[in-house]
């Protein structure tokens, strides 16, 4: 017997994210569930757990030959606390209240900051910690003090965002809220997703891998009532009766989308991604008249530490003037950076914090000198604009005071001991890693929602495929977007079994 | 006989743009016409006459009682050049390439500038020029010297934009390329829009006033083959055999969609709007699948000047830093000023400067002194920021020089006559002027792009609509919307009517 014919090379492609396909269309439908989740990431993978605990029928397509998506290559560090602390933090010390976590979300998501979904993150994240402890995530329980990019041991719990920081410690009551999966090295991600992917599928989540979704099927009240897919390389028509889910990623690998929507990322040469963000998630919910926000909004981080101690250093652009408090989170660092005029951006330090970055050990030290003076000259500044803004943090740092960029006490310290050094972070030389923030418009249930506010029958979206609590790059924490994904991925799912 | 009746209260709203008809839910045609524009303003109304001098029929919706849209409120300014110059430019002296109008347009576009639509528009300006002339759009033809927000003269030519400021300055010949309608005072709007309105007439397009467009009649191969719209009170389905073409301006009006798509336009409180900057013709598109680009962008503006001696004057912020070449375009100015930290922003000027704003002359004065000391410690600034900041920039503009931030020679003066002022354009006292710049992703000849970039059959946009050459509030001269909107309006009008 001949085997299927995959289509013909020279056939038009009859499918495209970009344009639903009429039910009308439909020749036969090869599979029926309740719900359809497109992606098995961490947002996938917590909907099918939550739709198939509701009693929905569930189906996960996905692109890869296995499950995990991106979160499977991060650290595997969820943002949760509030509600007076989650057990590791109480079992450290720190109290968190839901007023607190709340407040730094709103600070964190940036003028378009969303309340509905803040609120109900805030009130649920110290159960939903525990709900991620009950799907057999692992959790040492062990807290890990100081400044870090992820932790390189297995440790749970870490200062993760800009908490400490000005401006954000006066409006939040601090508290560490990174909470990793138990992983020895930086791969949380993986063991949070085996445990998430093996869950849903013992609750009989049926999952195809290597399964392409390529659009929507939209019937003519302007319900999603399906998805076209090719699974294991033969077009196949999948009827949803009770919804699809989104939750396919984000954008960071699709060029194209970038230059249209995000041309500020452009600038970041490091995808932070599984292989498969290819924005097809985001299209197939454009295509259906899904709004989306903030596209233009990216994570981005420059890792110029650890070793913590160049976090006493100063970034100067090419004024000679400092533009950031140097303690914030990396990520709100790297923005700063990234924007500075004509890309020019160096971080001066003196012989005592001196030290390569550990994860981009080959920075290029730009210009060292015995004094500030020659610093300044090497680098061609204008004269006498890096020695005052030495000369001023200096002082106020021995006072112990940072009064023009509010910097914690913990990290001042005088630039006095030399030789002194200026590396390098200009644009020629900056190693940035990105991903994007900008996605559909969702309720907190993951309904997304039309120009008018609206939702569309039948369509949820979660994950980076969402525009979720992280929405803006300058308020990025480490752990924001799993966090997001994995609560609001169980909204959806809960929300489109229900319907 | 009874009247017809309007559709009942308690009636659920049968149409949004946010939704399109599909061609199955309409019952009758009761209009017909090879193509429809929505919104009879710069961009519709050019999209009108191009059309109908290829031979198309056309009927144009617009929602007010007469025709000119936000373009009639506007001063009528149109930035055009290259090819050698206007023959305004040429007649006083000003050479302009067409290398020249791109490379400026190019760095006016920002990260995101459309290199195709950008090059289109180069080639193409002067020669838009003459055709404004030709549809009986008045010019005086002279020119006015000098730093202005709008000519209150009714000369034509005039510097609009960022041209000789740095970073512009450096990377494009500059040239006075804002091109006024011959009005005696700020109305050139009115006079440019009744003389491109009565022409559409009188070319026999059909243009039907108090009609709101509803929503897009999309056939199952997702071309857009026509309009529902309420007209006179009565709904009705109109048949564009050719095309659709979206001209209904941008969302200034609509908080929801700014909250949701442009929050930082939220800190302005003066709308730039005729009225119906409502975003419906880009919800209509994003009903299609139309994307959208740069929905966080806007223009805006604080008039600090004239008199233009404030523009000798130096912006710092709360650090008592400086932060813009004062020199640059006012809306440039304007979204510096909007982002610095804690709102705060202050215009530093001494006695031989000070004048008041003449748009708003009721300005706070936050602090006076008669030397620089007490007008730091009046603002309650760190001790020796301010102080630092002007006597460095007094010393350097002493000798013609202002290598921190290169304004130009003409506007360098050092700050030494007391007694000394401190002008507030701190957030509370703001006000800022603002439209619109994020709309529908379009090709040069205005056809609308899905999430792919390809194309969607039967469908335009042109103007605040559409995402055009404007689209990056930093970057934005006087004239660019308007000519963005008649050039490209144009072109989707022979485009449409080429169908």
Same mark, same amino acid.
């Given at each position: ?12 492609? /009859? ?21 359809? %989740? ?54 450290? =010390? ?154 396919? =990623? ?24 599984? =292989? ?78 001196? =030290? ?18 020659? %610093? ?13 803004? %030495? ?65 569309? /029958? ?42």
């Amino acid at each position: 017997m001949p085997q299927q014919q995959p289509p013909s090379q020279s056939q038009p492609r /009859r499918f495209s994210p970009a344009r639903p396909c009429p039910v009308e269309d439909v020749p036969r439908w090869d599979l029926e569930t309740d719900v359809v %989740v497109i992606g098995f990431g961490a947002a996938g993978a917590c909907a099918a757990i939550e739709a198939r605990q509701a009693g929905a029928r569930v189906r996960v397509l996905e692109v890869a030959s296995a499950g995990g998506g991106s979160a499977s290559w991060s650290g595997g560090e969820v943002y949760v606390g509030g509600s007076g602390g989650t057990s590791v933090q109480r079992a450290h =010390g720190f109290e968190d209240s839901t007023e607190d976590l709340a407040a730094y979300l709103m600070m964190a998501g940036g003028p378009g900051a969303d309340g509905e979904r803040v609120h109900t993150y805030a009130e649920g994240a110290e159960a939903h910690f525990r709900w991620l402890q009950d799907q057999g995530v692992p959790f040492k329980g062990t807290y890990l003090p100081g400044k870090w990019i992820e932790p390189t041991t297995d440790d749970t719990l870490l200062w993760s965002g800009s908490e400490q920081a000005w401006p954000f410690r006066d409006k939040a009551r601090p508290a560490p809220r990174g909470h990793t999966a138990q992983f020895k090295g930086w791969g949380g991600g993986k063991v949070l997703m085996e445990k998430l992917c093996a869950k849903a599928a013992e609750l009989g989540a049926e999952v195809h891998t290597d399964s392409r979704a390529l659009t929507l099927v939209l019937d003519r009240a302007h319900t999603v009532v399906g998805v076209v897919a090719r699974m294991d390389g033969v077009e196949k028509f999948v009827r949803a009766h009770k919804g699809v889910i989104l939750c396919a =990623g984000g954008f960071i690998l699709n060029k194209a989308m970038l230059a249209r929507f995000t041309p500020g990322a452009l600038a970041c040469n490091k995808e932070v991604s599984g =292989g498969n963000d290819d924005g097809s998630g985001i299209r197939m919910g454009m295509a259906v008249g899904g709004a989306v926000t903030h596209m233009d909004q990216f994570f981005a981080t420059v890792p110029f530490f650890p070793p913590a101690s160049l976090v006493k250093g100063i970034f100067i652009n090419g004024r000679g003037e400092r533009f950031i408090n140097e303690d914030a989170y990396h990520g709100r660092v790297a923005h700063y950076v990234l924007r500075q005029p004509e890309g020019k951006a160096w971080l001066l330090v003196d012989d005592a914090i001196f =030290g390569r970055p550990v994860i981009k050990p080959d920075v290029t030290v730009a210009a060292v000198g015995e004094t500030w003076e020659e %610093v300044e000259a090497e680098l061609g500044l204008p004269a006498g604009s890096l020695v005052h803004t %030495v000369k001023t943090f200096n002082e106020q740092a021995e006072a112990g005071r940072d009064p023009l960029f509010h910097k914690a006490p913990d990290w001042l310290r005088p630039l006095t001991q030399a030789p002194f050094a200026a590396i390098s972070y200009c644009s020629a030389e900056l190693e940035a890693h990105a991903f994007t923030l900008g996605g559909l418009a969702t309720r907190p249930s993951g309904e997304v929602l039309d120009g008018d506010g609206q939702p569309i /029958r039948g369509l949820y979206a979660a994950g980076r495929s969402a525009c979720g609590l992280p929405r803006w790059g300058e308020g990025y924490s480490s752990g924001l977007s799993l966090g997001d994904s994995t609560f609001f991925g169980r909204m959806a799912g809960k929300a489109a079994a229900a319907a």
